[in-house]
């Protein structure tokens, strides 16, 4: 008689919880339904901080991350690889024609995930003057930033500061555009930057009129690209330029998906991150290369000893970032060049 | 995951000679699926 009532009370706990699981993903199918209605009439989801954000904020997400990375590079026997990678390639829309070698010489998932492309996979645009993209991924925002606080939209509603982004001290320009060694760079750098930022000298710059024929007078752009599990994870160099400065945030692992974008304050910039600075033939350039739970460690190829994803340490919010420069004349890296991959875990 | 690019470039209002040609201008909008190599802007 115990025994049967004991199953009852087993298989009813599990009807439970497969009816609440259901119940979950029911409502996560119907506001994505109401979210696509939404952006086809061309209405903006606005930002709003919910409960599930909160709940995020408990987890241990760092844990929970490198547990992701041990258990996506478990070696996965040769005859299982083709099978598993194409079941990640059915869920995530990956393009595996694409992949460098066949897919049962990617000894892991992990392998597989930050795998490159075959040659000529990606052709750079041809025209000298064009930025391209260092990603695939989608769009989300970009533009200029034109008020003095330099604020990037991270969804309607809800923008946050590039200079937190990028750091709090910014490299200092005394004009504006006078084209700068990497000499004056790091001189500049080396001095107390607390007195005036670039980023009102150069939207100031507009107003100072230095000799028109003598240089352009430059704006400060931004372009948000968000990478989905299923695109291809490596970073490539969007310019020429010199890399003089890299960042790296050791922040949180919030997911990035469209959801987490809605919900949670600040993501980009809680985020565990690494921050490339330099400049290329239009004045400064930055790249901001920002993990998520899922894909937690990033990989400089131009600093391979740099690592990321660290395990838990006492995290100050207003932690300053672990700076290196590149001495003595930065890193030269050309359009297109690889500079980094994302990792799982 | 996600990559944010924050650099400088010429605005309408430069050089007197090619003013229009050398402002930058973005070429995708929001929502497009956008691949390595692939201009963002000129």
Known sequence: ?????????????????????????????????KLKVMKEKGIEPEFSPDAKAAFLKLLPLRSISRFWGLFTGVEIPTWLRPIVYRAWARAFHSDLEEAALPLDGYKSLQEFFGRTLKDG??????????????????VLKFGELRESAAMIDQVKGFSYSATSLLGASPFLLEDGCKDVTDMEYHEARSKDSGKRSWWRISFA?????????????????????????GDYHRVHSPVDWHVFLRRHFAGHLFPVNERATQTIRNLHIENERVV????WDEGFMSMAIIGATNVGSIKLFIEPELMTNRPKRKLLQTEPPEERRYEPRGMKLKKGDEVAVFNMG | STVVLVFQAPVAGSTEKDSASSEFKFSIRSGDRIRVGEAIGR
Do not use: W
Request: glycine share 6%.
């Open chain 1, 1 to 33: 008689h115990r025994a049967h009532r004991n199953f009852f009370m087993v298989s009813g706990a599990t009807m439970a919880t497969i009816l609440m699981l259901g119940i979950l993903h029911a409502r996560r199918l119907y506001e994505d339904r």
């Open chain 1, 121 to 138: 996979s990606r052709p750079i645009d041809p025209d000298p003057h064009c930025l391209v993209s260092p990603v695939d991924g989608t």
């Open chain 1, 205 to 229: 710059s507009p107003k100072v009129r230095l000799p028109k024929t003598a240089c352009p007078i430059r704006g400060v752009f931004y372009c948000v690209i968000y990478l989905k599990p």
């Open chain 1, 276 to 279: 490339l600075e330099g400049q």
